[in-house]
């Protein structure tokens, strides 16, 4: 299994922009899907995006829809969230996460999950 570390979390106003960015290493990961997901205080942990290791499609969450992006650069082996027009209600833990396996086909946001970062903080305030 790959290891993912987040990086990129922070303070910003509503409004703002944040990009998140998770390096992965011990396996190339190009050969996975990748995702972001979030979690709240108080609240379960949430699906925010995925990216398809094969094509690059993508599924986003509706309540991001529009104002976040998940893009990859393979040569790199990193995952991104770009987030923009933050509202507070984003605030939350940020992880990245690897399908279980290798070139798994494509389920979206039911894909199964095994790698698991340790998250960084998003913090929006009004």
């Known amino acids: 299994q790959v290891q993912l570390v987040e990086s990129g979390g922070g303070l910003v106003q509503a409004g703002g922009s944040l990009r998140l960015s998770c390096a992965a290493s011990g396996g190339t990961f190009s050969r996975y899907t990748g995702g972001w997901f979030r979690q709240a205080p108080g609240k379960e942990r949430e699906f925010v995006a995925a990216?398809?290791?094969?094509?690059?499609?993508?599924a986003t969450a509706e309540s991001v829809k529009g104002r976040f992006t998940i893009s990859r650069d393979n040569a790199k082996n990193t995952l991104y969230l770009q987030m923009n027009s933050l509202k507070p209600e984003d605030t939350a833990v940020y992880y990245c996460a690897a399908e279980t396996r290798p070139y798994g086909y494509w389920r979206g946001p039911t894909t199964d999950f095994a790698s698991w970062g340790q998250g960084t903080q998003v913090t929006v305030s009004s």
């Open positions: 990216i398809s290791w094969y094509d690059g499609r993508t």
